[in-house]
């Protein structure tokens, strides 16, 4: 995506409820929507934010705040006014209003059977059972290799649509990824977010299955750049908005288990599969929940944080503030296996 555009929420707001209006969606759906944003309107004319394209996620954490407090709102509906709003930033995302990634900074609390809360986070157990069934059922197939690199990589969205199949190396089992601005491929952390990442036998076994197998070759009129990008679809190389659907679908339960966990038609479901809506089913994991359970994970594994953030591109601080999920206990344990180690 080219550099944000400078535009004002309320008209930013007006777009996206013209897009929705256009969609034919029913007149409730677009008064929840209109409510919800006009919120967000509110709260940036109040803080004197008149320009989107300047909006990052420390912003967006202080609104979740602000709304939850000036709302008074519990759980449940935080949880819902904060997903119209990261529908809304991802519809800014795909005009160019604001950065690619901005939408997958909410967090949205998901709500357990007690109705207590957490940020979402794709957990290991979850993240296997995604990976196994595709294994399974559709291996080395664009979805499997998708799921495969975000979760074992913990890279962002962008980087992985920012790959070429040139970047991927066989021999030496590693991708390398580079900052591209001028050919439309930008890291989020520009020259510094250059790196290399090492990649398992398994790993390198999936993504050369689907390069010699089920990937696309891209045409010329599809690649001005003259460049082949890795993950491919029949357009060549996928939006961020398409890599995001693709997610969707992947971590939606009823494409594995083969029935709704809440009970829904599925032929019936507007939220089912890559189209329509599926950012409103309440079981999706989005990309960015990936990246900070993958984190997670490492820890959990006793992985040096100073790996992680190298590998991963992403400081210390944040991942000691923003990413690690281990509870108190978890941390206490494995401070003492390393203390009893040395």
Same mark, same amino acid.
């Given at each position: 995506?080219?550099?944000?555009?400078?535009?004002?929420?309320?008209?930013?707001?007006?777009?996206?409820?013209?897009?929705?209006?256009?969609?034919?969606?029913?007149?409730?759906? $677009?008064?929840?929507?209109?409510?919800?944003?006009?919120?967000?309107?509110?709260?940036?004319?109040?803080?004197?934010?008149?320009? $989107?394209?300047?909006?990052?996620?420390?912003?967006?954490?202080?609104?979740?705040?602000?709304?939850?407090?000036?709302?008074?709102?519990?759980?449940?509906?935080?949880?819902?006014?904060?997903?119209?709003?990261?529908?809304?930033?991802?519809?800014?995302?795909?005009?160019?209003?604001?950065?690619?990634?901005?939408?997958?900074?909410?967090?949205?609390?998901?709500?357990?059977?007690?109705?207590?809360?957490?940020?979402?986070?794709?957990?290991?157990?979850?993240?296997?059972?995604?990976?196994?069934?595709?294994?399974?059922?559709?291996?080395?197939?664009?979805?499997?290799?998708?799921?495969?690199?975000?979760?074992?990589?913990?890279?962002? @969205?962008?980087? @992985?649509?920012?790959?070429?199949?040139?970047?991927?190396?066989?021999?030496?089992?590693? $991708?390398?990824?580079?900052?591209? !601005?001028?050919?439309?491929? !930008?890291?989020?952390?520009?020259?510094?977010?250059?790196?290399?990442?090492?990649?398992?036998?398994?790993?390198?076994?999936?993504?050369?299955?689907?390069?010699?197998?089920?990937?696309?070759?891209?045409?010329?009129?599809?690649?001005?750049?003259?460049?082949?990008? #890795?993950?491919?679809?029949?357009?060549?190389?996928?939006?961020?908005?398409?890599?995001?659907?693709?997610?969707?679908?992947?971590?939606?339960?009823?494409?594995?288990?083969?029935?709704?966990?809440?009970?829904?038609?599925?032929?019936?479901?507007?939220?089912?599969?890559?189209?329509?809506?599926?950012?409103?089913? !309440?079981?999706?994991?989005?990309?960015?929940?990936?990246?900070?359970?993958?984190?997670?994970?490492? #820890?959990?594994?006793?992985? !040096?944080?100073?790996?992680?953030?190298?590998?991963?591109?992403?400081?210390?601080?944040?991942?000691?503030?923003?990413?690690?999920?281990?509870?108190?206990?978890?941390?206490?344990?494995?401070?003492?296996?390393?203390?009893?180690?040395?």
């Amino acid at each position: 995506m080219t550099s944000a555009e400078s535009t004002t929420p309320a008209t930013a707001v007006k777009m996206y409820l013209t897009k929705l209006e256009q969609e034919n969606r029913a007149e409730w759906t $677009l008064k929840a929507h209109r409510y919800r944003t006009g919120h967000f309107v509110r709260w940036c004319e109040e803080t004197g934010r008149s320009d $989107l394209s300047t909006l990052d996620g420390a912003d967006l954490y202080e609104y979740r705040q602000w709304r939850k407090q000036d709302g008074d709102l519990n759980v449940v509906s935080l949880q819902t006014q904060l997903t119209t709003i990261r529908i809304f930033i991802e519809f800014c995302e795909d005009v160019g209003i604001v950065s690619d990634g901005l939408a997958d900074t909410i967090q949205i609390p998901t709500v357990s059977t007690e109705t207590s809360s957490r940020d979402a986070t794709l957990g290991a157990s979850r993240a296997d059972q995604i990976l196994e069934w595709l294994a399974t059922d559709e291996y080395g197939s664009f979805d499997h290799v998708l799921m495969r690199l975000l979760w074992r990589t913990g890279m962002r @969205l962008g980087e @992985l649509r920012a790959m070429d199949i040139g970047d991927y190396d066989a021999e030496e089992q590693w $991708l390398h990824l580079v900052h591209r !601005p001028a050919e439309g491929t !930008p890291l989020k952390n520009g020259p510094n977010g250059e790196r290399v990442i090492n990649l398992d036998d398994r790993t390198c076994r999936i993504i050369e299955t689907y390069i010699d197998e089920q990937r696309k070759e891209s045409s010329a009129k599809q690649n001005t750049d003259c460049r082949q990008p #890795l993950l491919t679809t029949t357009f060549g190389r996928p939006s961020t908005t398409t890599l995001r659907r693709h997610v969707y679908r992947c971590t939606q339960p009823c494409q594995r288990m083969g029935q709704c966990p809440y009970d829904a038609a599925m032929d019936e479901c507007a939220a089912e599969g890559y189209n329509d809506v599926p950012s409103e089913c !309440p079981s999706i994991v989005r990309p960015h929940d990936i990246r900070r359970g993958s984190v997670t994970h490492w #820890l959990r594994e006793d992985v !040096p944080v100073e790996v992680i953030s190298e590998r991963m591109d992403v400081s210390r601080s944040v991942i000691e503030d923003h990413y690690d999920r281990r509870d108190a206990e978890t941390r206490a344990r494995q401070r003492r296996e390393w203390v009893e180690d040395t």
